[in-house]
């Protein structure tokens, strides 16, 4: 037996004592030190009295005990005593657990009669639970078991708690399920004041060539909806199989027209009217794909006219080259169009174009020939048009550009502003396409980008007649150093030679020349940002922009601030589209008010054509590093086109304990696609 006194550091492996008095018994390996004492094992540190050690088994016990856990595990507080039963296994006893604040902080705090640690399974157990706030008492479980590292196990996760107008009083108490390593789900009952109960479930799975989630939400009987069973259905899948094949499905339905807009949270879910089912199965060959969709809709308009693909097979091909600088492409595309009262049939496309693009540093001139070739089989085809129409439509253009560049200051800075001049010629003459339906085809939404685009119809049923020269000019101002862009300005007007009869409704374009499109993005202070974007159409009589500003027909400015942190976060915007019939400005913010840790978030999306606000967000988030408190509510009107349509209102709470998890709604993904920049801490 060995004894030392007076400031003992003893070591062994990875074991440590630091203590006054120490007792050694050389044959048993025991250690004992009745004054207070330091005691470090891997991944954790004690300070206790009355220490007793066994160093060949490591094994031990101490009382009056403060501890912390390094690692994942990340733990601090007292216990009465701790029997250490191995390395991997503790016991604890008249625990208090707090999360890593600094030590003086007793914002909250766990109380336990007992508590087991368990490395090996990655389990904490808890008995006679207290969580306390401010040393007062708010919530008790006899029972409590958590993970200690990464890994998963089943149990009730955190409930979220809210109240709405349309929904009353709501509560959801999650349930988690780790079926195995690569599949688990959660469980979401929830019960609503005012509809009753619903059960909502979410699985998902994980292989070596695919993954996928299946998640859906059931309301046996609606209390608000005439008492009818009512639900929703998402699949999700992706994968690749023997290397080339690949998968994937994106299914949603939901049980009647009215779900989303009772049950949806935000104006984009609420807005939608047609819900994608789809399935899609591609070959990747060397350098060919062939790819096969299966695409419908679920239309909760009656007056949809959407169709669907059942089914569309895609081929792609190589670039072929020829010689110097000459290439060709072929796009090839069959499908089958199907809808419930309109006219069906079959649609065969293959679209060769040659390229001779002829590149400098000084800018590129690229000439392009391609031809149009579609062959239809219509089945219920209107009376006096043909089943079988086909098309052989040419189309030539011509792009060319030149960059002029010349070194400025910007701001002090050393910077290179270039002239960018942009001309672009198109020539795709007329051809008669009205004896063949509409499928996938609608026109294009005007803007600077699409000034430069081969045909002015999205999808393939309609092909745009095109006698035009395009004129563009980019100016940009760009930072010698890092090329970083300061300044970037576009104008830009189509001229028609001709008048472009191909129209999706009957009237034609007889205009001399398209609107004016212009942009200007710009770096104006440090983190601001501003961007503009407008359509001016010089061919609007003055009657009509003396009355309702039809001659401009698009116009956006959006204006944001965004710091290095980016915890202070300024978006305004106003938005103002004829073709679309809206106009709207949008402010939202996320801004420190003290230097506690409160701030103020929020998002006010208002009308100016119905005069009423569409969204309403106003937050309060305040804390510290070891608990947040969030306390949001929501205005929100479903429907956007009625000038009548009334708004709900609703309250969500969230208490983040660090360390410990988040009761409550999850308030962070709700503002994350509502406040633009926003980042869930």
């Given amino acids: 037996m060995t004894e030392l006194f007076g400031g003992v550091h003893l070591e062994r492996g990875s074991q440590a004592i630091v203590t006054e008095t120490l007792r050694l018994e050389h044959d048993t390996g025991q250690v004992t030190a009745p004054s207070q004492s330091y005691l470090a094992y891997p991944g954790i540190r004690l300070i206790g009295r009355d220490l007793q050690v066994n160093l060949d088994n490591e094994s031990g016990r101490i009382t009056g005990v403060s501890y912390r856990f390094s690692g994942e595990t990340n733990l601090r507080g007292q216990a009465e005593r701790i029997e250490i039963a191995s390395p991997e296994l503790m016991h604890l006893q008249r625990v208090r657990y707090h999360t890593s604040c600094k030590p003086d902080n007793k914002a909250w705090s766990i109380h336990a009669r007992k508590l087991d640690l368990d490395k090996v399974t990655g389990r904490g157990k808890a008995r006679d639970v207290h969580l306390r706030i401010a040393d007062i008492p708010v919530l008790y479980t006899p029972y409590l078991s958590f993970p200690i590292d990464d890994r998963r196990k089943s149990g009730f996760l955190v409930p979220m708690i809210g109240n709405s107008d349309q929904n009353g009083f709501d ?3 999650p349930y988690y399920w780790n079926i195995a390593p690569n599949m688990d ?25 695919d993954q996928g989630t299946i998640s859906g939400q059931l309301i046996p009987s609606d209390s608000a909806y005439d008492n009818r069973s009512r639900g929703s259905l998402h699949i999700e899948q992706s994968g690749r199989f023997w290397q080339r094949w690949a998968t994937s499905i994106d299914y949603n339905r939901v049980s009647d027209d009215d779900y989303l807009d009772d049950l949806g949270t935000s104006l984009d879910e609420t807005s939608v009217r047609h819900l994608l089912q789809s399935g899609t199965l591609s070959y990747a060959g060397n350098g060919w794909s062939l790819t096969g969709l299966i695409q419908t809709y679920q239309t909760l308009d009656s007056s949809s006219s959407t169709y669907g693909r059942l089914p569309q097979v895609l081929l792609t091909l190589p670039r072929f080259d020829f010689g110097p600088g000459l290439n060709a492409t072929l796009h090839t595309q069959y499908d089958y169009f199907h809808h419930d009262s309109l006219v069906n049939g079959h649609r065969f496309v293959l679209f060769p174009r040659l390229n001779w693009p002829l590149r400098r540093s000084y800018g590129h001139l690229i000439p392009s020939l391609g031809v149009h070739l579609s062959q239809y089989q219509l089945e219920d085809q209107e009376e006096g048009f043909p089943d079988a129409p086909s098309h052989a439509i040419p189309t030539f253009d011509l792009d060319g550009q030149l960059v002029f560049e010349r070194p400025i200051k910007w701001l002090g800075s050393r910077a290179l502003q270039t002239l960018e001049p942009r001309l672009f010629y198109l020539y795709t003459p007329y051809q008669d396409q009205s004896e063949t339906p509409v499928f996938d085809s609608s026109e294009l939404g005007f803007n600077y980008s699409n000034l430069f685009r081969t045909n002015r119809f999205t999808g393939l049923d309609r092909i745009g007649d095109a006698n035009q020269l395009t004129l563009g000019l980019t100016s940009r101002t760009l930072g010698q150093s890092n090329g970083e862009e300061f300044l970037r300005a576009s104008i830009g007007r189509m001229f028609y030679f001709a008048d472009r009869r191909v129209q999706i409704s009957d009237s034609e374009d007889i205009q001399p020349g398209s ?28 009657e009509d922009a003396a009355t309702d500003g039809t001659a401009w027909n698009k116009r956006t400015f959006e204006l944001e601030y965004r ?16 073709d679309s019939d809206y106009e709207d400005t949008d402010l939202s913010f996320r801004w420190p008010i003290s230097e506690g840790g409160t701030e103020l978030v929020g998002r006010w999306l208002y009308s100016m054509k119905q005069q009423h606000t569409m969204e309403a967000i106003a937050g309060l988030e305040f804390g510290q590093c070891c608990w947040r408190l969030r306390l949001l509510g929501q205005y929100l009107i479903n429907d956007r086109d009625s000038d009548t349509a009334t708004g709900s209102t609703s309250v969500m709470v969230q208490l983040e304990l660090a360390g410990l998890g988040r009761i409550g709604d999850s308030i962070g993904e709700f503002l994350a696609p509502r406040i633009s920049g926003y980042q869930i801490n």
């Fill in 171 to 173: 509560i959801t108490l």
């Fill in 185 to 209: 789900a959660t469980l979401f009952p929830r019960y609503m004041s005012k509809r009753g109960a619903m059960l909502g479930g979410e699985f998902r799975y994980l292989t070596p060539r």
């Fill in 515 to 542: 609107p004016y499109a212009g942009e200007i993005a710009a770096k104006l202070l440090d983190h601001w940002n501003g961007r503009v974007s407008l359509e001016w159409d010089p061919q609007a009589t003055e």
């Fill in 563 to 578: 710091n290095p942190n980016n915890d202070r976060l300024l978006n305004l915007a106003y938005r103002f589209n004829q």
